[in-house]
Nanobody
Framework: QVQLAESGGGSVQVGGSVRLSCAAI????????MAWFRQGPGKEREGVAA???????HYADSVKGRFTISTEDAKNTLYLQMNSLKPEDTDMYFC???????????????????WGQGTQVSVSS
């Protein structure tokens, strides 16, 4: 059974940086097909960053140039480095793993079989 555990969220000032971690159990990050999503109250889940079948990175337009998705094989962990944070980045961030089909967008939440519980990121001035 796959388990994903996010950590690293917290409060940060505008322009600051945060690195989120997603420790995976029962799933190798070397398989890729992992992603980060975010969701706030009353909002739909938004794809932020993803690693596809071939390790190519995909980013939402709103975070390009600011966020970086990566893996550390030795720790079997997925990361999301978030720089130049803005108030609109405030959300609950979720780790996802095991994409279903290459025909579905990798920033589409329906493309993933497993989810973590989420970690809150709050950005303020």
């Amino acid at each position: 059974q796959v388990q994903l555990a996010e950590s690293g969220g917290g409060s940060v000032q505008v322009g600051g940086s945060v690195r989120l971690s997603c420790a995976a159990i029962g799933y190798s990050v070397r398989r890729w097909c992992m992603a980060w999503f975010r969701q706030g109250p009353g909002k739909e889940r938004e794809g932020v960053a993803a690693l596809d079948w071939f390790g190519d990175r995909h980013y939402a337009d709103s975070v390009k140039g600011r966020f970086t998705i990566s893996t550390e094989d030795a720790k079997n962990t997925l990361y999301l480095q978030m720089n130049s944070l803005k108030p609109e980045d405030t959300d609950m961030y979720f780790c996802a793993a095991d994409c279903r089909d290459v025909g579905t967008g990798f920033l589409d939440a329906t493309n993933y079989n497993n989810w973590g519980q989420g970690t809150q990121v709050s950005v303020s001035s």
